[in-house]
Structures are given as C-alpha cells and as structure tokens.
C-alpha cells in the first residue's frame, strides 16, 4: 500500500482493473451511486428498441449494458485487456460481449450499431486529435439513424484554480482553503493510511479534454452527425466530502443518412 501517483489516465484504469470491484471501474469515485441516474437518463433519451445492438464505448463496470437487458445484442468496450477479463468474467452468466479497444479504433464491422454510449470518455482523450478520430470512428460503426449518447463532456478546464501540482502539503492547504478543514482532514486521515500500509492513495491526473459546444456539434456535423438535442448536467465532485458541482454537457446525436 502507498501513495500512487498517475500521470494518465490509462494508468489509473490499469490500476483498478487490478480490483475485483467492478464499481471502481465507473470512474465517480465515492460517488457510483450516480451510474444508475446516469443510466436512466441515457435510456430514456436514446429509446433503445428490443431488436437493437447497442454499443457502449468506455463502458465502465457494465452498469448500463447490464440494465438494458431486453435488446438484442450489447457490446462494451474497453481498453485494456485486463477490464475485458474481468468484466466477462463477473458478467458470466449475462449475454453481454465485451472487446477492447479505443474511442478511435473500435473492433467492430462498419454499420453495426442502432445505439451508441460514449459517457464520461471523451474528457479523458489528450487533444482535439483524437476526437475527431472518435466521432469518425462511430460514425463508421453506426447504421444510418443509428442515436449517439455522447455524456458528461467538459466545456472547461475542472483544474483551474487547482494551484497545488503533486504536493501533498499543497493540496492540503489548498483543500482547507478551497473546501474546508473537514475536507482536508479526511485526506489528511487517507494519506496517513497510506504511509503507514493499509491503503492506497491516489493522484489522478490533472488535466481534462474539454470542448465548447458549438465546436462539439461542428466536430460531429463534419463527420456525419445531426445534432438532436443538448444540455448542461450537474454533478457533484468525486473527491470525498466536496460538496462542490461541477457542470458537463450531454449531448444526442443521430447519424445522417449518407
């Protein structure tokens, strides 16, 4: 047990691969309890049909895939090798596939899927770059008409203001000034854990993918997409004890007819 600094994002899903808890691998930290909002939100705005294959892209622990168990075919995908195991594993007994792969490159034939989830990933990728070889590279799996859930998207930068770099002191000085001292004591109180032996403490990346919306919609328009609907979704900081939101966007696409 000790303090693990990640430096991307990758690493930190490698990380929790490691852990039988599939609820580590929804990324919301104390807060997994949101995936079941978030899921029923999702489904109630792509209206998914019993005869459709639905594809979830960074699927996470399966929690959505799982809840939608009257469709045809699910299919999530992840990137690391090690997530597939584990998830097909704890997943035995459901007809869920699960492959790896990546937003941008996706193991799957050319206009297979009527439902695409793609949540709380594109925060994740490292430059413009790469998404846009992610709404390419779904637009090739979609059948026309096929509805894209794109969640939990930034239109800012969540680290600015967040002066402290990877020091530990400066974080907890930051913390009592920014989010108070019980805030900083719980830390305070997981770090200590963490240099004595009984826990891990983890340094998540400090940085984030972000899009303003008008550049999400022109982005997704190049490649193929109509812009069906959007909005603002509110959600509560994953560190624990923050009583702090920070706003993503959600947005609903639907693939042109070519």
């Known amino acids: 047990m ?51 294959v639905v594809v979830d892209v960074g699927c996470g622990g399966g929690h959505f895939l799982l809840s939608i168990n009257n469709v045809a075919r699910r299919i999530g995908i992840l990137p690391l090798q090690e997530e597939v195991q584990m998830l097909s594993s704890f997943y035995e007994n459901e007809k869920i596939e699960f492959l790896k792969g ?25 430059d413009r770059e790469s998404f846009v070889a992610t709404a390419t590279e779904l637009a090739r799996l979609a059948k026309p008409g096929c509805k894209l859930f794109l969640g939990e998207h930034p239109e800012s930068d969540e680290f600015t203001g967040r002066q402290y770099d990877d020091s530990l002191v400066h974080f907890l000085l930051w913390s009592v000034k920014s989010r108070g001292i ?16 009984f826990s891990d403490y983890l340094i998540y990346p400090k940085r984030n993918y972000f899009t303003v919306r008008s550049e999400v919609a022109e982005i997704f328009a190049a490649a193929g997409w109509s812009l069906l609907w959007d909005a603002d979704r509110c959600l509560p900081r994953t560190e624990a004890g923050s009583k702090q939101v920070m ?12």
């Open 102 to 126: 990546y937003s941008h490159s996706i193991p799957l034939p050319s206009g297979l899927a009527d439902r695409i989830v793609i949540n709380g990933v594109c925060l994740c990728l490292p």
């Open 182 to 197: 019980g805030y900083a004591l719980r830390h305070a109180y997981r770090m200590l854990q963490a240099l004595l032996g």
């Open 247 to 258: 706003i993503r966007h959600d947005y609903l696409f639907e693939r042109n007819t070519d």
């Open 2 to 52: 000790a303090i693990i600094k990640f430096d991307q994002y990758l690493d930190v899903s490698k990380y929790w691969a490691r852990h039988v808890d599939v609820n580590a691998l929804t990324g919301r930290g104390e807060e997994s309890s949101l995936t079941s909002v978030a899921n029923q939100l999702i489904a109630e705005k792509l209206k998914i049909a019993a005869d459709s």
